[in-house]
T-cell receptor, first 113, second 117 residues
Framework: GNSVTQMEGPVTLSEEAFLTINCTYT??????LFWYVQYPGEGLQLLLK?????DKGSNKGFEATYRKETTSFHLEKGSVQVSDSAVYFC????????????FGAGTRLFVKA | GAVVSQHPSWVICKSGTSVKIECRSL??????MFWYRQFPKQSLMLMAT?????????EQGVEKDKFLINHASLTLSTLTVTSAHPEDSSFYIC?????????????FGPGTRLTVL
């Protein structure tokens, strides 16, 4: 079945450091890929998405490229801020089964001032 | 933008009682809503897919008689946890899929924290 694997956290960085959170997936067909962010005490928010191979999703300085050859969708940001501290979830939706979304385990990011 | 609300945001109940959680799409119609459960420091586990006017589709291992889902209109789905026990304590999150658009237009509610004493 479909699955998403992302790096375990927590990840602790200093402000302005470079961020990478790895995400790989297993799916049949051509899924859409997402990164969601959950700030403390809040619900999930869509951060960015990509719907086909080689697409790059970007938002708020975050980027991720849909790599079909390596089945990956790694999240990157060149310079993190304290306000980026949150839990980040990689996810996929393959459009079948009523458009279910499968989530990775989540990676908690702490950014220190 | 599309907004999904949940009510209540938190609830504490005694063991054996039933609790109803509402999920509303405030400014759009949602043909499909999803219910998730999130344990502390863990990912979201899909419990069921709720389609307006039809029975919900439950994921394997989720008891449909314990977690009753009703999707009575295009803007409202409810999850009722029946005869709640402490192990049902969790964070319940719903999402709504915007009708008539692409697969990835899902909007999440803020979640409901259930504590069963």
């Amino acid at each position: 079945g479909n699955s998403v694997t992302q790096m375990e956290g927590p990840v602790t960085l200093s402000e302005e450091a470079f961020l990478t959170i790895n995400c790989t997936y297993t799916a049949t067909g051509y899924p859409s890929l997402f990164w969601y962010v959950q700030y403390p005490g809040e619900g999930l928010q869509l951060l960015l998405k990509a719907t086909k191979a080689d697409d790059k999703g970007s938002n708020k300085g975050f980027e991720a490229t849909y790599r079909k050859e390596t089945t990956s969708f790694h999240l990157e940001k060149g310079s993190v801020q304290v306000s980026d501290s949150a839990v980040y979830f990689c996810a996929l939706s393959d459009g079948t089964g009523g458009f279910k979304t499968i989530f990775g385990a989540g990676t908690r990011l702490f950014v220190k001032a | 933008g599309a907004v999904v609300s949940q009510h209540p945001s938190w609830v504490i109940c005694k063991s054996g009682t039933s609790v109803k959680i509402e999920c509303r799409s405030l400014d759009f119609q949602a043909t499909t809503m999803f219910w998730y459960r999130q344990f502390p420091k863990q990912s979201l586990m899909l419990m069921a897919t709720s389609n307006e006017g039809s029975k919900a589709t439950y994921e394997q291992g989720v008891e449909k008689d314990k977690f009753l889902i009703n999707h009575a209109s295009l803007t409202l789905s409810t999850l009722t946890v029946t005869s709640a026990h402490p192990e049902d304590s969790s964070f319940y999150i719903c999402s709504a899929r915007l009708a008539g658009v692409s697969v990835d237009t899902q909007y999440f509610g803020p979640g409901t924290r259930l504590t069963v004493l």
